[in-house]
């Protein structure tokens, strides 16, 4: 077909034009929501090398949560996501990212991020118009030039979650209209970039731009795209020397920023903040398409060792308020770093193909995520504590927060939290599946369970529809079973996460017992799948506990981390708009505790009570599983400001009585002690 001109062909290219447009591979070869994956080509003859992921993640709309995920994001699409866009101004009319004269920067972006691919994993047609009222706009008045968004603010950051935001619509939808809008602003911005280089945010974030370049590269092949690559990367901030050579290793502090000085958004203040870091941790795998360099690569474990060194918490997470902030469980950790996070370890688990990130991946989202939701998510923190005794005013511990840090509310201490913890479930729910897919016919398709949560899968190999049930309430049980039924007989491999923590694995297929011994962290089943094809999988999990600060220790099942809560007292603050409302929460008992596990015989020393899965999965009002062990307090051991000071060395010695204490998941607890003294 003849083209008038380059924006006609763009345009012309629907999402399956594209896919055979650079190799004849199907539709389910291709990654949703900004993602990389094995579809990247080499093209020697242009001088362009772009490596090869280990895994791609699935178009958008092919998992559609189920069991106790989809009532997750049921009850977030009924809170603050379904309503924000009424409530509240900053992504509301006047939205400057609707033509409006309100907020014009980031929150708008933010917003969509997680807004969109949650209304549509939800069909849910009244959350789909408000994210279709954004995208519109955005769509249909890019500027001659080639600029998107609102022309009162020019910062490239914002742009790259609205262009995050965009490659999800047009995966879900095949919009003609996103292809040549970003064809034009990419060009606009090569042009540009050299004399309005990346500054501040953009600069330390510059790989949430070239993902998306990158996914562009994927369906049109113009190798400008290439070079803008390699420009973000050069203007950009160099995460993977960072990490190589961590210096950060001490709880930052204001002064040694500079704050006060003007040097918010100097380079030392960016570097050390939360989520630039959690963010920066995918800038490795991203480059690594492009560099072909295994360090590149392999980064993200090197950033996620340091970290954990010196500044890791028991929920997954490293401390970060705003700043890094040592190790100190005490110490928060900011909502946007977690989903952020989340979104990088997404990521490189599909461009490394490395399992070890899954545990980690799974630890974060079943922990820490909800862990700092209410049930009803209706209000969020901005910072959690894995030992926060009270949830009040205060300005302890916060290296450069403000007081109302760890309240549960609508936008406490900054806004951005609430514009951005949206994408947490929505994303993870489009990473429970990833795929390889193989140009040599004699080798097998692979389909790999990355993440382990109640869905379905809807995709196709080699033209054949193949569909999923994947039916489980883990992490509350061992058992995962998946319902394979493909629409004809087909040939390929079923690669199933096995969690580090895993041991004794069982496998079944069919009712009968296949070898569950992991390669690389994952069990591969390849064999001619028929209609009706069973497999179960069963993830042992005894109770085990992790060393942290001071020889303190977190007390953990499965990917589960659990807390003892002394009980809670909530107190309104202040009431905001609909059901929404500030929230302090003060201990109804001794928090205190010492337990009496000997690392070396957990079992021993733990009874594990599972009760049924609640309609929200992480409730504290009738938590899913509880684990009953024997402590001590430990009068010395006590709170200033709210805050619980520095842990006592382990291990220690009580006076104080036996006690038997129930601890709950993490999440469940909003006030919660999770790395504990260990008795000598």
């Avoid at 688990?349 to 909800?370: H, K, S, V, Y």
């Avoid at 549960?408 to 947490?424: D, I, R, S």
């Avoid at 309104?572 to 690392?599: E, H, K, M, T």
Wanted: a negative charge; hydrophobic letters at 40%.
């Amino acid at each position: 077909m003849q083209y008038k001109n380059e924006s006609e062909r763009l345009a012309h290219l629907s999402r399956r034009d594209a896919l055979r447009a650079i190799g004849g591979f199907s539709v389910g070869t291709f990654a949703a929501p900004g993602v990389l994956n094995a579809a990247l080509v080499d093209d020697a003859k242009k001088g362009n090398a772009v490596s090869v992921g280990a895994f791609s993640l699935l178009p958008a709309g092919s998992i559609e949560p189920q069991g106790w995920l989809r009532r997750l994001l049921e009850v977030q699409a009924q809170g603050l996501t379904g309503h924000l866009h009424d409530i509240w101004p900053d992504v509301g009319t006047d939205s400057g990212w609707l033509g409006g004269k309100g907020e014009s920067w980031e929150r708008g972006p933010y917003y969509l991020d997680g807004l969109l691919p949650l209304a549509w994993q939800l069909n849910d047609a009244r959350l789909k118009a408000i994210a279709q009222k954004f995208v519109d706009w955005t769509l249909d008045h890019q500027q001659p030039d080639g600029m998107i968004g609102p022309t009162s603010n020019n910062d490239w950051w914002p742009r790259f979650v609205m262009l995050k935001v965009l490659a999800q619509y047009h995966e879900l939808t095949a919009d003609k209209r996103v292809l040549p809008v970003m064809d034009r602003y990419f060009r606009y911005q090569l042009q540009i970039l050299p004399g309005r280089p990346l500054r501040d945010w953009g600069k330390f974030r510059w790989q949430d731009e070239a993902l998306v370049v990158l996914w562009l590269y994927q369906r049109t092949d113009e190798p400008y795209l290439l070079d803008l690559v390699r420009l973000l990367q050069k203007q950009g901030f160099d995460w993977v020397a960072n990490f190589d050579h961590f210096t950060y290793r001490e709880k930052m502090t204001a002064e040694y920023l500079k704050i006060n000085k003007g040097e918010g958004l100097a380079d030392l203040a960016l570097a050390t903040h939360g989520v630039n870091n959690g963010q920066g941790l995918k800038a490795g795998p991203v480059w690594s398409l492009l560099s072909g360099q295994n360090n590149d690569k392999t980064s993200t474990r090197q950033a996620l060792a340091v970290l954990d060194r010196d500044h890791g918490q028991p929920n997954g997470m490293f401390s970060c308020d705003e700043h890094l902030s040592g190790p100190d469980p005490s110490q928060g950790s900011e909502l946007c770093t977690v989903v952020e996070l989340m979104y990088s370890l997404e990521l490189a688990m599909a461009i490394t193909g490395d399992a070890a990130l899954g545990d980690r991946l799974e630890r974060i989202a079943f922990n820490a995520l909800p862990g700092t939701l209410t049930d009803d998510m209706w209000a969020h923190q901005y910072n959690q504590q894995a030992n926060q005794v009270e949830v009040s005013l205060h300005l302890k511990p916060w290296v450069t927060d403000g007081p109302e840090s760890n309240l549960f509310g609508f936008a406490p201490n900054f806004g951005c939290c609430t514009a951005n913890y949206h994408q947490g479930w929505p994303k993870f729910t489009n990473s429970l599946w990833m795929m390889t897919h193989e140009q040599d016919r004699s080798q097998s398709d692979e389909l790999i369970a990355a993440l382990y949560a109640p869905c379905a899968l809807s995709t196709t190999i080699r033209d054949v529809a193949v569909h999923i049930v994947e039916d489980t309430n883990y992490p509350f049980r061992e058992s995962i079973r998946f319902a394979i039924d493909p629409a004809a007989p087909i040939r390929f491999a079923l690669k199933l996460r096995i969690p580090a923590w895993a041991a004794e694995v069982r496998l079944t297929v069919n009712d009968n017992v296949v070898d569950a011994k992991p390669m690389a962290g994952f069990a591969r089943i390849e064999r001619l799948w028929t209609k009706g094809d069973r497999v179960e999988l069963v993830l042992p999990m005894p109770p085990r506990v992790s060393t942290w600060f001071k020889d303190s220790i977190a007390v953990e099942r499965g990917p589960l981390v659990f807390s003892y809560c002394p009980g809670e007292s909530w107190v309104r603050l202040r009431r905001n708009v609909q059901q929404s409302s500030d929230w302090q929460v003060f201990p109804a008992g001794p928090w205190n505790y010492a337990l009496a596990i000997d690392p070396t015989a957990v079992a021993g020393s733990v009874r594990v009570t599972e009760h049924e899965v609640p309609a929200f999965a992480f409730s504290g009002k009738q938590p899913a599983i509880t684990l009953s062990v024997r402590g001590r307090q430990l009068p010395a051991w006590r709170a200033e400001d709210g805050v619980a000071n520095p842990l006592p060395v382990s291990p220690v010695k009580s006076d104080e009585p036996d006690e038997d204490l129930t601890l709950i998941p993490y999440a469940a607890a909003k006030l919660r002690i999770t790395a504990f003294p260990r008795l000598g």
